[in-house]
């Protein structure tokens, strides 16, 4: 079955401090992964997309690995900032399937001053 | 910046009546989304609408769904008779590209409430 799951279920963090996010996945066949940011509320603003090929992609203070072989992923926060209290979630794009996301259950983070 | 707008925000109906909830997707884009989330589960595909047609639907989006774009800008959902397991977050996605590697842009999304 066609599975996103995620680590930790939720995670407080002081200001400032670093996190990683873990993902994995059980999606076949793989498209490609993607990390989401979504505010209490709000639709999802996408962080970073990696394909097969690619092993990590950095969109500011967040950098997605991905290792292929493993089936994992995780999404780490540099110098975290209280704008970045939100749920992160991961989805994976099913191959050949035109919009069929496999959505993981998030990460809400809360990031305390 | 360009971004997908949905209307309305929250919409509260009885058992049984009909929803439409609209969303004007990126205006260059040309693949089109909706997906719900019920709250405190993962975001789910309804539907996929490519050149005026349903590209690909999941085991969700049943007879009691429909999709559209009547008018060129407008994309909606309909509900024929709502059920009270329909209340969720409904969010509308617009994508350049496509197949799966193109990138997806969400609305704000639109609470339906099923009294």
């Known amino acids: 079955k066609n599975q996103v799951e995620q680590s930790p279920q939720s995670l407080i963090i002081l200001e400032g401090k670093n996190c990683t996010l873990q993902?994995?996945?059980?999606?076949?066949?793989?498209?490609?992964l993607r990390w989401y940011k979504q505010d209490t509320g709000r639709g999802p603003v996408s962080l970073t997309i990696?394909?097969?090929?690619?092993n990590t992609k950095s969109n500011g203070r967040y950098t997605a690995t991905l290792d292929a072989d493993t089936k994992q992923s995780s999404l780490h926060i540099t110098a975290s900032q209280l704008s970045d209290s939100a749920s992160y979630i991961c989805?994976?794009?099913?191959?050949?399937?035109?919009?069929?996301?496999?959505f993981g259950k998030g990460t809400k983070l809360s990031v305390k001053p | 910046e360009p971004e997908v707008t949905q209307t309305p925000s929250h919409q509260v109906t009885q058992m049984g009546q009909e929803v439409i909830l609209r969303c004007v997707p990126i205006s260059n884009h040309l693949y089109f989304y909706w997906y719900r989330q019920i709250l405190g589960q993962k975001v789910e595909f309804l539907v996929s609408?490519?050149?005026?047609?349903?590209?690909?639907k999941s085991e969700i989006f049943d007879d009691q769904f429909s999709v559209e774009r009547p008018d060129g800008s407008n994309f909606t959902l309909k509900i024929r008779s709502t059920k009270l397991e329909d209340s969720a977050m409904y969010f509308c996605?617009?994508?350049?590209?496509?197949?799966?590697?193109?990138?997806?842009?969400f609305g704000e999304g639109s609470r339906l409430t099923v009294l």
């Open positions: 989805v994976v794009s099913h191959g050949g399937s035109q919009g069929n996301l496999i």
């Open positions: 609408f490519y050149n005026n047609e349903i590209s690909e």
């Open positions: 993902c994995n996945y059980t999606v076949s066949p793989f498209s490609n």
């Open positions: 990696m394909t097969f090929s690619e």
């Open positions: 996605a617009s994508s350049s590209r496509a197949g799966t590697t193109g990138e997806l842009f």
